[in-house]
């Protein structure tokens, strides 16, 4: 069960990473944002398309190798709480305009947060 926990947490960074590389100005565009520029669409890629392919590069390696399991989850998941808790700060200053995306997205990135550390 760990690890198909793990594999799921994966799966969702791979298809971050992997639209945000192909499409970014589509990635970002539920968000209200616009990139204009290749140097936008360039920090895109880098941001959430490089770092959301080696997130699941990590996670899948901590399916594999029980002895780095724990320090990988375990930092995926405070990764994750991070970017929450961002959000709740956020919406507390600023009320967002509508559920989808930023409170969705919240949602899912404590939801993933606690799964991960639920089979750490």
């Known amino acids: 069960m760990d690890q198909v926990v793990i594999a799921v947490v994966a799966v969702f960074f791979a298809g971050m990473g992997i639209y945000a590389l192909a499409a970014p100005a589509s990635l970002i565009a539920t968000f209200g944002i ?7 669409r360039n920090e895109v890629r880098a941001v959430y398309g490089g770092f959301g392919l080696a997130v699941a590069a990590a996670l899948a390696l901590a399916c594999y190798d029980v002895g780095l399991r724990d320090g990988i989850v375990l930092t995926v998941a405070l990764a994750l709480a ?39």
């Open 82 to 120: 991070g970017m929450a808790a961002g959000r709740v700060v956020s919406m507390a200053v600023e009320r967002p305009s509508r559920f989808y995306p930023t409170v969705f997205y919240l949602l899912v990135e404590a939801a993933l947060a606690a799964a991960l550390l639920a089979v750490r």
């Open 34 to 40: 616009t990139l204009p520029t290749a140097d936008g």
